[in-house]
């Protein structure tokens, strides 16, 4: 088969390229195409096939203004060329799934979200945006929106990465889709050595949805420590601080992370992931994970195994599952439930149903 893989835009290294590189692997004379492309920031595993970029990457600034420029994105999927590839695999959370295969090409959608600033995070962007921006968003999300459910149509099969973003394309798009977990590297962790300490753990981009000051509320509310490890500011960090519960850490080193994660009495994840490989590592480490009950952790925790749910998106309900987690700290001892419950997310895991599902569509 001639191949194609189409992913949104190649300016970072984050859990879609992930999935990329895992694609590149499986497929290694596939071609990449890409609405912007940044080299410098990109791996050597996807830097060695050949990339192919859309109109939008000769755009002024296209490498760090690209997401102002997804209203143009859709002709410019539309004008690429896939003419004479049997099988295109499109990488969706910007987009991606809207370029035309050829009318016998198969073209499997691997959806890590619907775009949420279209959809269901609409407001919550439109909220925090500039005068400016909440003007041209008024005017042009309708059309995106318009164009988002057509290019569906485009799509044969849809694959999503957790039973909630199944869920979301149902609504979204009227389509089933598959669950295929994304692969993470579990190997990294499952050998690491358990050793707690005194202190919680809150792991991710310090952004609004993350919901880190969930985590650190509830633990300054318990007189709790808790450690917070990712890029950005919180506006409250100098007050926090003040309780001498709290140390944010910045960007930090993996062999850090993986310290880090085999110290912690648990990991707290109190926003809403449409997966959330943090939850993976962490439960690949051994460490318990407390997440909200919604999202892509109840496909990544194994409730009274791996972890524990809290009900209401509150630092009052999290504070309560952390009381409640403390009195039975004990069941999650056992390493080697842990390490069972990891595998389905494993790269091998994720390669081989991925294979499975191409395969199945060659012999129809």
Same mark, same amino acid.
């Given at each position: ?221 318990? !007189?709790?420590?808790? &450690?917070?490890?990712?890029? $950005? ?5 100098? %007050?926090?601080?003040? @309780? *001498? +519960? ?39 480490? !051994?460490?318990?994970? &407390?997440?909200?009950?919604? $999202? ?5 925790? %194994?409730?009274?195994? @791996? *972890? +524990? ?56």
């Amino acid at each position: 088969m001639k191949v194609a893989i189409v992913h949104y835009w190649l300016v970072t290294m984050r859990g879609g390229e992930k999935v990329l590189e895992e694609l590149c692997k499986m497929f290694p004379d596939a071609d990449i195409f890409t609405n912007v492309y940044d080299a410098s920031k990109i791996s050597e595993t996807i830097k060695s096939h050949k990339i192919f970029t859309g109109k939008v990457n000769k755009f002024p600034l296209a490498k760090k203004l690209y997401q102002k420029y997804m209203p143009f994105m859709p002709r410019a999927l539309m004008d690429l060329d896939l003419t004479g590839y049997d099988l295109v695999i499109s990488s969706e959370s910007g987009p991606a799934k809207g370029v035309v295969p050829a009318p016998d090409a198969f073209h499997v959608c691997y959806c890590h979200t619907p775009m949420r600033y279209l959809w269901d995070m609409y407001h919550e962007y439109f909220r925090k945006s500039n005068a400016l921006v909440r003007f041209f968003m008024k005017k042009m999300i309708p059309s995106l929106r318009l164009w988002d459910v057509m290019s569906a149509n485009l799509v044969d099969h849809f694959i999503a990465n957790s039973n909630y973003v199944a869920s979301r394309i149902r609504r979204y798009y009227g389509r089933e889709a598959d669950v295929v977990f994304p692969p993470c590297n579990i190997e990294k962790y499952v050998n690491n050595l358990r050793d707690p300490k005194d202190f919680y753990l809150f792991f991710g981009q310090l952004v609004g949805y993350k919901r880190a000051d969930l985590a650190i509320e509830a633990c300054i509310k318990l !007189g709790r420590k808790i &450690i917070v490890i990712g890029d $950005g500011k919180s506006k409250e960090a100098q %007050k926090y601080k003040k @309780t *001498g +519960l709290v140390t944010f850490t910045g960007r930090i080193s993996d062999k850090e992370i993986a310290l880090y994660l085999a110290q912690a009495r648990a990991l707290l994840f109190p926003g809403i992931e449409d997966f959330g490989i943090i939850p993976v590592e962490a439960n690949a480490a !051994g460490c318990p994970v &407390i997440a909200y009950k919604k $999202g892509g952790a109840l496909d990544s925790i %194994k409730e009274n195994v @791996t *972890g +524990l749910f809290f009900e209401e998106q509150t630092a009052q309900s999290l504070a309560d599952c952390i009381l409640h987690f403390e009195s039975i700290e004990s069941n999650f001892l056992d390493r080697n439930a842990f390490t069972n419950h990891v595998q389905q997310f494993s790269t091998a895991a994720f390669t081989a149903k991925i294979s499975r599902i191409i395969e199945d569509r060659k012999r129809i």
